[in-house]
Structure formats: structure tokens, C-alpha cells
């Protein structure tokens, strides 16, 4: 009789450990809160932007995401109004949420080929923690309450978004501002857009507006709704990255597979996806890869800690810099990260970010 393995959290990564263990002989019931697949109503339909190298990310998490990835064509990152075109090679765009055209739509597909049994309206619950089998695998996301529940060191993030259909794809940019710590970024793919300004802070009506003006003055861009929410990110100790919570097994973001800089968690949710199912088949070979994935959270964590939140405030000052620097002089400098080498030891297609990957 095949073994059961229950899988709470029936976004990306907890999709992708699905199929794997189904491929596998595994009988896999997936939970979530929500009534149906396509992740957290919260947040979805969006899209995502992340540097990524799709063919040896599909490769390992033995599933081809070719046909959702869309690489991203422009990326201007803008300090105030002062405009630099960000190099884009190996930046791709992607949809989650339940639209045809999305990531969710496309693994919950194959879960479905694979006889994957969904229970929607189904939480996991504190109490019932003590209670799972081992080798339970927990892929909650971004979601407070789960931390809270697992015991998981997290920051909370305050933000607008907006979201909606748009007459265009594969542009993204990125605007810095001193009303927030983290930025305010547009993506858009499949002819759908997300726009999000976020910070570790509560973030203003004001420094919205400030936005808004923003985008219209320079991209001519006007979205007419847009909600205040918030979320959890594993980036609160240099030490969040884990494979395993007790018997637990984590994956996706809540295991810390994101970016403590730029907060990038598509590709570590993917890869991790992968390592959660491999965590009941192999486990030496999961602890060695969700190592090798994170291996770098630490150095970024301090990096964004100690140097980059004590310069992030400067934002005139950087703009004053570029301008007298001159604006094409920064663009080519900046396009030189796209010449520039592996690190050694780093991992094809993961590695020019600092990140974890
Ligand atoms: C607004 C926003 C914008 C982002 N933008 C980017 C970006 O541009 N680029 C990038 O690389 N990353 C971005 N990220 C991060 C990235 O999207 C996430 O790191 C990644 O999608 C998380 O995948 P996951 O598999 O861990 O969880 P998710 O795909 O979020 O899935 C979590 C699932 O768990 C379910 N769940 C939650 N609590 C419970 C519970 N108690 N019981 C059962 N089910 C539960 C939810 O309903 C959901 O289905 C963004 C995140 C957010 C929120």
C-alpha cells in the first residue's frame, strides 16, 4: 500500500513537492485554507519578477516552467525621478494565482494528472500540529499566523497593491524612495499587471500618492484601486533558513529560501519545492541541497542589515551621485553585471544576485 504524505499550503512550492512525491509512488493529499488552488486571494492573480535560469530550474524540479516564465524586457530602476535601464538578462516574469495562463494553473494540472487529492477549507491549526505524521510537509507562504503557529522568526511587511489586466508585458520597473525601506515595483506579463510599494514600516497615504504622481510624470501609468496589506518574510535572523521544523518538513518561503535583499522568493519556493519531497525520499541528498541552495542567506542577510538599511535613506544623496556621475556612465557600468563571471563556487543560473542562490 503506497504511503501518504500530507502537504499543507497549495501554492508553488507545495505544488511542486506534490508532483514530485506522486511521481514517486506516494499518495499526496494537499491542504489549504482556501476553496480552491491558485494561492493566497490576498495576493493573486499577480505577477512576480525573478532572476532565474529556467531551463536548469526546470531541470532539477523535473517539471519544464518554459511555457510560464516570460523573460522581462525592460527594467528601469528609478531613485526619485532619476531614471537608470537596469540590465534584464536571465530576469524572468511570472503569474501566479488560477488563470489559464499562470504557474499555479499549470502545476496544479499535473497534480491533477497525477491523482493528487486536494482538501480546500482545510487550515492548519496550531492544535493539530502535535497531532501530524511525520514527514508532513509545510509550504504556508508568507502567511503571520503560520509562523506564529511553527515557532518561525519573521518580519512583518506592510504594503499597497494593485492589480489588474494592462495592455502590455514583460515591463517591470523599480522606484526608491525614503518612505520606504524596501521599494515600489510594477511587473507585468500575459497582459496583467502588479504594482506593489512595500516596506518593513507602515507605509503612508502620502508616500502612496507620492507614488502615484510618480508613475503618472513617468510612465504615464495610472491604476484606479489599491489595498493596504501585509505579510511575514523568513528574514528575521541570519539563522531562518531550515529544512525541517520537529518531524516537520518546510518548503517554499517559510523554509527561508528568499533573498534577504531584494525579498526575491519565486526561485527558492520552486527549488525548495523540490528538496521538501526529496526530504522523505533522500534526506541526505535534501539537507545538502537546501545547504547549497541558502548557503548564501547569511552573507546577504548581514549585507542588507549592516550596509544596505543605513544607505537606503540616502536616496537624493544617490541621485545626486548618478546625475553627477552621468546617467548612460551608471547604465554601463551597471550593464557589466550581465558580462561579469560566476562567482566561484556559485551555481549556474542562481548566482548573479546576491541572494541565497
Ligand atoms: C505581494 C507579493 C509580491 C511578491 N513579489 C515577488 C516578486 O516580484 N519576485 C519574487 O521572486 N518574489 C516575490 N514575492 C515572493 C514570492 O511570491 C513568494 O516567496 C512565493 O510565491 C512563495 O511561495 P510558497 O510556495 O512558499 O507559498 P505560496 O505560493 O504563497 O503558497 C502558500 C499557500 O499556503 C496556504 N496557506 C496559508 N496558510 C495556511 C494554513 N494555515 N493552512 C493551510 N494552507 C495555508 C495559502 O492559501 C497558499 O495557497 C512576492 C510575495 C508577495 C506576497
Known amino acids: 500500500m503506497a504511503k501518504t504524505i500530507d502537504i499543507y499550503g497549495a501554492g508553488m512550492s507545495g505544488l511542486i513537492a506534490a508532483i514530485n512525491l506522486a511521481r514517486e509512488g506516494y499518495d499526496v493529499v494537499v491542504h489549504d485554507r482556501e476553496k480552491g488552488y491558485g494561492g493566497d486571494p490576498q495576493y493573486n492573480p499577480s505577477t512576480h519578477t525573478t532572476p532565474i535560469d529556467v531551463e536548469k530550474t526546470s531541470e532539477y524540479v523535473g517539471i519544464d516552467l ?9 527594467c528601469p530602476f528609478y531613485f526619485h525621478d532619476t531614471k537608470i535601464e537596469a540590465p534584464v538578462k536571465g530576469i524572468y516574469t511570472v503569474e501566479r494565482g488560477n488563470r489559464p495562463t499562470s504557474l499555479d494553473t499549470l502545476l496544479y494540472n499535473q497534480c491533477k494528472e497525477l491523482g493528487v487529492q486536494f482538501s480546500w477549507n482545510d487550515p492548519l491549526k496550531k492544535e493539530d500540529i502535535p497531532k501530524l505524521p511525520k514527514n508532513t510537509i509545510v509550504a504556508c507562504g508568507l502567511t ?15 504594503g499597497w497593491i494593485s492589480r489588474g489586466e494592462i ?5 517591470s520597473w523599480i522606484w526608491l524612495d525614503e518612505g520606504i525601506t524596501e521599494y515600489g515595483y510594477l511587473s507585468s506579463v500575459n497582459n496583467y499587471y502588479f504594482n506593489l510599494l512595500f516596506s518593513i514600516r507602515h507605509v503612508s497615504k502620502e508616500t502612496l500618492k507620492k507614488y502615484q504622481d510618480f508613475m503618472v510624470r513617468n510612465e504615464g501609468v495610472e491604476h484606479e484601486e489599491w489595498i493596504y496589506t501585509g505579510g511575514a518574510v523568513p528574514i528575521a535572523s541570519p539563522d531562518n533558513p531550515r529544512l525541517f521544523q ?15 535583499m531584494l525579498w526575491f522568493g519565486i526561485l527558492g519556493a520552486t ?17 545538502a541541497d537546501f545547504r547549497r541552495f541558502t548557503r548564501r542567506f547569511r552573507q546577504a ?13 540616502y536616496v537624493r544623496l544617490n541621485e545626486l551621485l548618478i546625475n553627477a556621475i552621468g546617467v548612460k556612465r551608471v547604465e554601463k557600468l551597471a550593464s557589466m553585471v550581465d558580462r561579469m563571471p560566476l562567482l566561484p563556487g556559485s551555481i549556474p543560473g542562481f548566482a548573479r544576485v546576491m541572494g541565497c542562490f
Request: cysteine-free; charged content about 20%.
Open 167 to 171: 495592455g502590455f508585458s514583460g515591463y
Open 66 to 74: 518554459s511555457p510560464v516564465f516570460h523573460p522581462v524586457i525592460r
Open 246 to 260: 520537529g518531524d516537520l518538513i518546510l518548503a517554499g518561503t517559510i523554509s527561508g529560501a528568499m533573498d534577504p
Open 271 to 287: 527549488v525548495t519545492g523540490k528538496v521538501a519531497a526529496l526530504a522523505v525520499t533522500d534526506r541526505e541528498r535534501a539537507v
Open 301 to 313: 542577510y548581514f549585507m542588507k542589515n549592516k550596509v544596505h538599511y543605513r544607505m537606503r535613506p
Open 144 to 158: 503571520p499566523s503560520a509562523y506564529e503557529m511553527l515557532g518561525i522568526p519573521y518580519l512583518r511587511w506592510y
